[in-house]
């Protein structure tokens, strides 16, 4: 019954980005209509498949660290993206693709120098060392990456905050399909560590007597959620929320099992972040909102209706 | 108490400090801190006076032989102090007030002038040609500069909007100065609706309006990179290349060269 809801919430927030948008398109052009096609249609899928990720991203995130705040951009992805794309901007690389490859690059950095740290003990990946590093490498990257805007001449350098606050604005077919041919890749990865997951959650001794492989499954997790989170971020910013509130609503409904949490994540991400982006789009035409705010605007409070819910019954 | 109501005594002391400085005696070192400024105490005889100027002051070309004293955003209080003015010449935002104020505090005089519309351009000469002297040549700068501001506009045979970033698209709205410049050359900008000077838009909105050119702010004279990016070509005038590669140095900024700007725009429209 709920994942005929949610998949229908999903389907409804699809259509209703495809169908909804500031310039009029009558329904009877709706599918020859090149700014559905070209523009609507693929930054409804980028919105969903960016939202999902981060859905599942998170939910994955906060069992390994075993922190109900760990967010997929807690983890200094979203300062090392914002330096890559500042340098890509303070450099001149011009070209389509410069700014989103420049992202992922720098994202990549943060998540190796990350991953580093977090090894720091030896071989055993340390889930507090890699919160702490990732906050450190965050900070030390947005440290570079304001002195850089603050000496550097180029005017364009202060609107490059503005892309990396967020937003869907460069979706394409192209970045459709390179999202969609990459993520499943991590997704499965993660998906497979359902089980381990789950036992992780009772903490790394038990899961170990259970036949764990911990460090492997740490490594692996980690690495595949940061993977996704780094892809998310360099098609559409850091887009906040919806890797942190989604996977608790998740919880909420679908328990702790990770072979149902997963995907619900996924699912409830892409929805949330699909409608997010409707309302950006059409609430204030011709202007258009930030989705960040939206995100937070609709997450917070079904979060904080739920809680209420879930914490009276 | 006690400790308060001294503090309260010392502001009080300050605040009524008399500045003891001749208020009608033309100024001799002035420090500039926006473009639009250097360029009309340069337009009134007034360029040979200043001891400091923005890195984005690079007009009249004599302008870039003053001291750089930064880029002004926020003005660096020390380096503008350090060229010993006896006048700085600010922006009037919130920053700016601040920063005047921590130069009047320690004995520099300050002025703050709007200057985002062409309307500010003739008061802000005035204010400047009393400041130096030099309000015979100030008046009659003013004076060519507000019959632009009451110029009546010409019918508008063509349409644009003014792209300024691309991811998310920032448009120039009605508010604006270059929203201004294209009605007085002519053209229609398709987001005179948005009252703002600048807003965030989405693509298809750009695309749905279908301006008949893209105008962008270009110093290199190249197309700009969105040209090139799949999700913009579904805007006609980029897929039809129909660019309005406008200089920043003279579009960016209202000035004495505002007129200039306007005939610039109506000859690349013509074209």
């Known amino acids: ?313 | 108490m006690l400790r308060r109501s001294f503090l309260l005594l010392v502001f009080l002391a300050v605040g009524c400090r008399p500045s003891g400085r001749p208020a009608d005696r033309p100024t001799q070192r002035i420090v500039s801190l926006l473009p639009s400024f250097t360029e009309i105490l340069f337009a009134i005889g007034a360029g040979d006076r200043l001891v400091g100027r923005t890195t984005w002051c690079d007009y009249p070309p004599a302008a870039l032989a003053i001291p750089s004293v930064g880029d002004g955003i926020p003005p660096n209080v020390e380096a503008v102090a350090a060229r010993k003015p006896d006048l700085v010449v600010l922006y009037n935002s919130g920053p700016n007030v601040t920063a005047a104020q921590q130069l009047e505090r320690i004995g520099i005089r300050t002025v703050l002038l709007d200057m985002n519309r062409l309307e500010d351009l003739g008061p802000a000469t005035r204010r400047l040609g009393q400041l130096t002297g030099l309000q015979m040549r100030a008046d009659s700068l003013a004076l060519a500069l507000d019959s632009l501001v009451d110029r009546p506009r010409p019918p508008s045979t063509a349409s644009l909007a003014f792209v300024v970033w691309d991811n998310p698209p920032i448009i120039i709205g009605r508010g604006s100065y270059l929203d201004q410049l294209a009605a007085l050359a002519g053209a229609r900008n398709v987001f005179d609706d948005v009252t703002a000077p600048s807003a965030q838009v989405s693509l298809e909105t750009i695309a749905a309006r279908n301006p008949q050119w893209i105008a962008v702010l270009s110093d290199s004279g190249t197309p700009p990179g969105f040209a090139r990016r799949r999700e913009w070509r579904s805007v006609p005038a980029v897929r039809d290349g129909r660019f309005l590669l406008l200089q920043g140095s003279l579009f960016g900024r209202p000035g004495p060269r505002s007129a200039d700007a306007v005939r610039q725009l109506q000859a690349l429209l013509a074209r």
């Open chain 1, 1 to 313: 019954m709920k994942w005929l809801l949610l998949i229908g919430a999903t389907v409804v927030a699809l259509g209703a980005s495809v169908l909804l948008g500031p310039a009029a398109v009558p329904l009877s052009e709706v599918f020859r209509s090149d700014i559905v096609w070209n523009l609507r249609a693929p930054r409804a899928l980028l919105a969903f498949l960016v939202g999902g990720s981060l859905g599942a991203a998170g939910a994955s995130l906060q069992a390994l660290v075993r922190n109900p705040l760990a967010d997929p951009f807690l983890l200094g992805l979203s300062g090392g993206a914002g330096l890559g794309a500042v340098l890509a901007i303070a450099l001149h690389l011009s070209g389509p693709w410069s700014l989103p490859l420049a992202a992922f690059v720098g994202a990549l950095a943060a998540l190796a120098l990350v991953y580093r740290l977090g090894l720091v003990g030896g071989g055993a990946l340390d889930p507090r060392i890699l919160l702490l590093g990732g906050v450190a490498v965050g900070a030390f990257a947005a440290a570079i990456t304001t002195a850089i805007v603050s000496l550097a001449d180029a005017a364009e350098l202060r609107n490059a905050f503005l892309w990396l606050w967020g937003g869907l604005s460069a979706a394409s077919w192209d970045s459709v399909l390179l999202v969609a041919l990459y993520a499943p890749i991590p997704l499965v990865v993660l998906y497979a560590a359902a089980r381990p997951l789950d036992l992780l959650a009772l903490g790394e001794e038990p899961a170990r007597y259970l036949g764990t492989d911990v460090e492997r499954v740490k490594r692996r997790v980690y690495l595949a959620a940061s993977l996704l989170t780094a892809a998310a971020v360099a098609v559409s910013g850091v887009i906040g929320f919806v890797g942190l509130v989604v996977p608790h609503i998740a919880r909420l409904s679908w328990g702790h099992r990770h072979r149902a949490l997963l995907p619900a994540a996924f699912l409830g991400g892409g929805a949330l972040l699909a409608i997010a982006d409707t309302l950006a789009r059409t609430v204030v035409a011709p202007r258009e909102l930030p989705v960040g705010v939206v995100t937070a605007l609709i997450g917070v409070p079904v979060f904080a209706l739920l809680l209420r819910r879930w914490t009276v019954a």
